[in-house]
């Protein structure tokens, strides 16, 4: 029996499975410099971000293996147009840090307002908690403006009730918009804020789970005084903390 | 007018290190107002409070083993310094352990606050101050992946009754951790009818601190929730978390029924028979011969 078909047979088999074997090889880029030598994994030729009116394209020529790829502990996202995903961080802003009552008139509510906005990253949202070092004070701390027992007589710093009536006396905050639901029922609703002069801890105001993006709530100070009030300039400081839920 | 708009980047962090070492990490803190503002650092410890990841600093101890200090040549915790209008400063803090320090979790924020401006004002006036905190969670042990133990708390499905049209169910429950150690719930919760997937919820990665309980929650909204219209019929809850949490298999049925429909069905025929009813009254009897 001949056995040169077999061997030709076997060798042309090995040759092909070597070629096939280095068609896997898959090469990544390379520049060289006399000074410098970089490898990429891959080489993306164009990315970037389209628009029009009516569409929003993100795109990645040349990426190995486009995608999201998830695990337990960890994630890939290979390609560029995964840098457009929304990385906002935690920002926190007052509008107005001076509340100018002016000149206060007995059976006559005054109010000021400034609006707190708060933006949260991915997977938290966010408390926002209020303390005042003392009540509205005369310079020289003689006398105080009381806080404010809304129309029932029975709010407080952590409970909110109505506050509408001009015999009801004292001094008071209402929260209105994104997030103070669960602590103002409408703009009707105040309640005191806590008093660290009393060792009292800052009590929520305004709270999401959620992340959110410049989120904002309209502040309502109010002053209501009694003809009884002593004259004088009442001042006191209300300081504002922005949290992450953890 | 003045305001306050400050950013403070990363907003949490979160470490495992062991007893007697040091790191450090980077706060970037942006003044985005257009006034420079005078701001001071501060370190409080907190507890959790309430089960939606909310914070308590008011009954928290700190922990005298761990120190923390600012890496800035410049700066120290507590040492007022003044950001521009629309500049970033970056604040480097330094956190290390004793080597005595207990191996368990501890939790603490780091605040960037306003000092308050001295106002000379002649009016009756409130002066607005605002305050901005990034948490860490820093767990003290001698593995990187310590021992963690939960269970499934508080587990329900409402309403009671649920309908195939009217209201959608919501799923809530709670994760407890009894374990020294915070974890990130990491699981699903499967509805399966005869023994076909209806719905599949990827639960939140939420941090569940030690010894605490944390509501589950479910992406987008928040709120784990099927909206009707649903197939009558029994459905099978099944709640099943990462291995590593060490946590029971929790399964609960339900049963929607079809009581929309019926009651639909009944006024129907309610009013057929009304009506019915009414036109044999208005039909006048013949006369009796």
Redesign the interface.
């Known amino acids: 029996m001949n056995k040169k078909p077999f061997i030709f047979f076997i060798v042309f088999l090995l040759l092909s499975e070597i070629c096939h074997l280095r068609s896997d090889i898959s090469y990544a880029q390379t520049f060289v410099s006399p000074s410098f030598k970089i490898d990429f994994g891959n080489f993306n030729m164009t990315s970037g971000k389209k628009t029009s009116t009516t569409y929003t394209l993100t795109d990645t020529v040349g990426q190995n293996a486009p995608g999201q790829y998830d695990n337990n502990g960890y994630t890939v996202k290979a390609g560029f147009q995964y840098i457009y995903d929304k990385n906002i961080p935690l920002s926190f802003e007052i509008s107005s840090l001076d509340l100018n009552f002016g000149s206060l008139t007995p059976n006559i509510g005054s109010t000021v307002t400034n609006t707190l906005t708060i933006s949260t990253p991915t997977a938290h949202g966010y408390d926002i908690l209020a303390i005042a070092n003392h009540p509205l004070t005369t310079i020289g701390a003689n006398t105080t403006i009381p806080d404010t027992k809304c129309d029932s007589g029975t709010c407080s710093s952590s409970v909110s009730d109505v506050w509408t009536s001009n015999s009801t006396y004292g001094f008071g905050f209402n929260a209105n918009g994104d997030g103070t639901s669960s602590y103002f029922t409408n703009s009707t609703y105040f309640r005191r804020f806590a008093n660290n002069s009393l060792s009292e801890t800052a009590k929520i105001i305004m709270s999401e789970n959620i992340p959110v993006e410049n989120h904002s709530a309209l502040i309502t100070y109010k002053i209501n005084i009694s003809p009884a009030q002593s004259t004088g300039t009442y001042q006191n400081s209300i300081n504002f903390i922005a949290v992450p839920k953890y | 007018?003045?305001?306050?708009?400050?950013?403070?980047?990363?907003?949490?962090t979160e470490f495992v290190l062991k007893p007697g070492v040091t790191l450090i990490q980077a706060y970037?803190v942006?003044n985005?107002?257009d006034s420079n503002t005078t701001l001071n650092t501060e370190i409080l410890p907190w507890i959790?409070s309430g089960t939606?990841?909310?914070?308590?600093?008011?009954q928290a101890i700190n922990n005298p083993t761990i120190e923390f200090s600012l890496a800035n040549s410049d700066l120290k915790i507590g040492q007022p310094f003044v950001l521009a209008a629309n500049s970033k400063q970056q604040i480097v803090l330094k956190i290390k352990t004793n080597s005595n320090t207990e191996l368990s979790d501890n939790?603490y924020?780091f605040?960037v606050?306003q000092n308050?401006?001295n106002?000379k004002?002649?009016?009756?006036?409130?002066?607005?101050?605002?305050?901005?905190?990034?948490?860490l969670?820093l767990t003290v042990s001698n593995t990187e992946n310590p021992k963690i133990e939960s269970v499934i708390q508080n587990f329900s499905i409402t309403p009671n009754i649920k309908d195939v049209f009217l209201r959608p169910i919501i799923i809530s429950g709670k994760v407890q951790n009894n374990s020294n150690f915070f974890f990130k719930i990491?699981g699903k919760i499967t509805i399966t009818k005869n023994d076909k997937t209806i719905k599949e919820f990827e639960l939140?990665?939420?941090?569940v601190?030690n010894h605490h309980a944390r509501n589950i929650?479910c992406p987008d909204?928040?709120i784990c929730s099927i909206n009707p219209p649903l197939w009558p019929g029994h459905y099978l809850v099944k709640v099943a978390l990462?291995p590593n949490l060490n946590a029971k298999l929790y399964e609960t049925s339900f049963y929607v029924l079809p009581i929309s429909p019926i009651l639909f069905i009944l006024l129907i025929a309610g009013i057929i028979l009304g009506i019915k009813k009414f036109h044999s009254k208005s039909t006048p009897t013949p006369p009796l011969t």
């Not at chain 2, 007018?1 to 949490?12: D, E, I, R, V």
């Not at chain 2, 004002?121 to 948490?135: E, L, P, R, V, Y």
């Open positions: 007018m003045s305001n306050f708009n400050l950013t403070l980047s990363p907003s949490q970037d942006i985005n107002s959790p939606d990841g909310s914070v308590n600093y008011n939790y924020t605040f606050s308050q401006n106002t004002s002649t009016d009756n006036f409130s002066q607005a101050t605002g305050k901005i905190g990034s948490h969670l990491n939140n990665p939420d941090n601190l929650s909204q928040n990462d």
